[in-house]
């Protein structure tokens, strides 16, 4: 039996194109593109349903619009680059999932035929990820050579920066010294590789997604 699938993703020829491919499996999908006439339609949807979310479509659009749109009953299945995986933390939707965009389309439908109530389901491109070791996912994710894996603390803080936040801002919001934030700095250079010149605040606000994500990883609340 096919499913009720909403698809939120741009009106060009990779939303359209997934559209067909969904429907030739039998699947009812609803492809909405970033028209506010079309997001007010899903508050009037009552049918059980998926909800296939482009990230890049949340970051170009209201994504607290979509949040209160949706019933926390619904299923929500990210798809996205990997270092957009903390996306979905922002979801508290009992059934949810992820996929990489370098995934298969047999791996989508793989995905829509186990997501279950209660789960997340992660795409092999993600459970591969997660397996990794600390330093191994840094790696993937900033794509630079590391010495020793970056700490919490150290992730914390480059979280801190990639938001355009002051070391004294930072300092006061963590409730430690400013004195130790600079030894987070120095010491997060140091872990990279002594021939890179590496311009902390510029790196850390380029890699903003992979930090987040890093982050939330490392605070275990993938299950």
Request: aromatic share 6%; net charge positive.
């Amino acid at each position: 039996m096919g499913m009720h699938i909403n698809l939120l993703n741009h009106n060009n020829i990779e939303g359209k194109g997934l559209s067909v491919l969904l429907g030739n499996e039998g699947h009812n999908v609803n492809l909405i593109p970033q028209q506010k006439k079309r997001m007010d339609g899903l508050s009037s949807q009552k049918t059980p349903s998926i909800f296939l979310i482009n990230v890049d479509f949340l970051l170009e659009t209201k994504s607290n619009e979509i949040f209160t749109k949706l019933d926390s009953q619904s299923t929500v299945l990210l798809f996205g680059n990997l270092c957009q995986l903390y996306w979905l933390k922002k979801f508290s939707n009992s059934a949810k999932g992820f996929i990489c965009k370098k995934s298969t389309f047999n791996d989508l439908l793989d995905i829509l035929h186990d997501i279950k109530p209660r789960s997340v389901v992660l795409d092999r491109h993600s459970q591969h990820f997660l397996s990794q070791s600390d330093i191994q996912r840094q790696k993937m994710l900033l794509k630079k050579n590391l010495a020793k894996s970056l700490s919490n603390a150290e992730l914390s803080v480059m979280q801190e920066i990639s938001e355009g936040k002051p070391t004294k801002q930072i300092a006061k919001e963590q409730y430690l010294s400013v004195h130790t934030i600079y030894n987070h700095r120095k010491n997060i250079k140091k872990k990279f590789n002594p021939t890179d010149t590496l311009k902390l605040s510029k790196f850390c606000m380029l890699n903003k997604e992979a930090i987040k994500t890093l982050v939330w990883v490392n605070e275990g609340n993938i299950s």
